[in-house]
């Protein structure tokens, strides 16, 4: 069983920075897959970023490629987020979720994840 808590969700202009943490409860984080998603208002949660267990492999989606950076810290249990030139576009919520196999034809899929945070507000004024 993994619990996952983000945070680091706030109010930025646009082109401004923040990183989001996800905290991970639990004996195997370092053994799960990770992953970012988000959820507008009125859209369906999309997939942003993913990283493997050991953390050499990352992915995005087009759309942050190039801003984004996925990273974590075995050691500490923490999944991370880093976020530059925010873009109005970025407005969501955020949520981080584990997955005990993952593949990359199947990480862009919301049912590949096994466990799931609540989710961190991230707001960018234009």
């Known amino acids: 069983q993994v619990q996952l808590v983000e945070s680091g969700g706030g109010l930025v202009q646009a082109g401004g920075s923040l990183r989001l943490s996800c905290a991970a409860s639990?004996?195997?984080?370092?053994?799960?897959?990770m992953g970012w998603f988000r959820q507008a208002p009125g859209k369906e949660r999309e997939f942003v970023a993913a990283?493997?267990?050991?953390?050499?492999?990352?992915y995005y989606t087009d759309s942050v490629k190039g801003r984004f950076t996925i990273s974590r810290d075995n050691a500490k249990s923490t999944l991370y987020l880093q976020m530059n030139s925010l873009k109005p576009e970025d407005t969501a919520v955020y949520y981080c979720?584990?997955?005990?196999?993952?593949?990359?034809?199947?990480?862009?899929?919301?049912?590949?994840?096994?466990?799931w945070g609540q989710g961190t507000q991230v707001t960018v004024s234009s």
């Open positions: 979720a584990a997955s005990r196999v993952l593949t990359v034809a199947t990480m862009r899929g919301e049912n590949s994840y096994d466990y």
């Open positions: 990283i493997g267990w050991i953390g050499s492999s990352t």
């Open positions: 639990g004996p195997t984080f370092s053994r799960n897959n």
